[in-house]
T-cell receptor, first 111, second 117 residues
Framework: QKEVEQNSGPLSVPEGAIASLNCTYS??????FFWYRQYSGKSPELIMS????GDKEDGRFTAQLNKASQYVSLLIRDSQPSDSATYLC???????????FGKGTKLSVIP | GAVVSQHPSRVICKSGTSVKIECRSL??????MFWYRQFPKQSLMLMAT?????????EQGVEKDKFLINHASLTLSTLTVTSAHPEDSSFYIC?????????????FGPGTRLLVL
């Protein structure tokens, strides 16, 4: 069974700190990796996608991918209370259209 | 990012009635759309994959005769919950696959909250 694992949290960080969210996956055929943010009562919103090993930066967000270790992470710099949400890691296998989601990590940024 | 809309955003219906939910990709064509359901404080659950011009593929345990899916155009998929019952009350979310080759991405609609009385 293809699995995506995330620490459920809650992860609490003070405002202005770096939040580090981690995700591991079991399927070595995984090709594409995504981070979605889901506020309570809302649908998921895509915030980062990464397709090759290394780092990808977009504003305060940095996604890191290490395919050898089957590990993908999301760093949020200068965390804001508005970043408080559940962050979903999603993985897509090559040749498949479906995403496999982790259960999500709940992040709380404390003012 | 690409935009996906859903309508209605919220619906209340009586038990035994049918409810139709629309999912539209507004600025791109989507040959594949997905329907998810999410109960409070739980993970997304994929219900079915909707393919333009062909039958939907349902996940195990999802009744295809109860959850009718039609994907008649490259920008519209509909989910009809037939003979709804209170246990069907949930948050229904669609997503659309934006095909950009190796960098294809899925974008979610805002969701439809269904309450069956």
């Amino acid at each position: 069974q293809k699995e995506v694992e995330q620490n459920s949290g809650p992860l609490s960080v003070p405002e202005g700190a770096i939040a580090s969210l981690n995700c591991t996956y079991s399927d070595r055929g995984s090709q594409s990796f995504f981070w979605y943010r889901q506020y309570s009562g809302k649908s998921p919103e895509l915030i980062m996608s990464i397709y090759s090993n290394g780092d990808k930066e977009d504003g305060r967000f940095t996604a890191q991918l290490n395919k050898a270790s089957q590990y993908v992470s999301l760093l949020i710099r200068d965390s804001q209370p508005s970043d408080s949400a559940t962050y979903l890691c999603a993985v897509k296998r090559a040749g498949s259209y479906q995403l496999t989601f982790g259960k999500g990590t709940k992040l709380s940024v404390i003012p | 990012g690409a935009v996906v809309s859903q309508h209605p955003s919220r619906v209340i219906c009586k038990s035994g009635t049918s409810v139709k939910i629309e999912c539209r990709s507004l600025d791109f064509q989507a040959t594949t759309m997905f329907w998810y359901r999410q109960f409070p404080k739980q993970s997304l659950m994929l219900m079915a994959t909707s393919n333009e011009g062909s039958k939907a593929t349902y996940e195990q345990g999802v009744e295809k005769d109860k959850f009718l899916i039609n994907h008649a155009s490259l920008t519209l998929s509909t989910l009809t919950v037939t003979s709804a019952h209170p246990e069907d009350s949930s948050f229904y979310i669609c997503s659309a696959r934006h095909d950009r080759g190796l960098q294809e991405t899925q974008y979610f609609g805002p969701g439809t909250r269904l309450l069956v009385l």
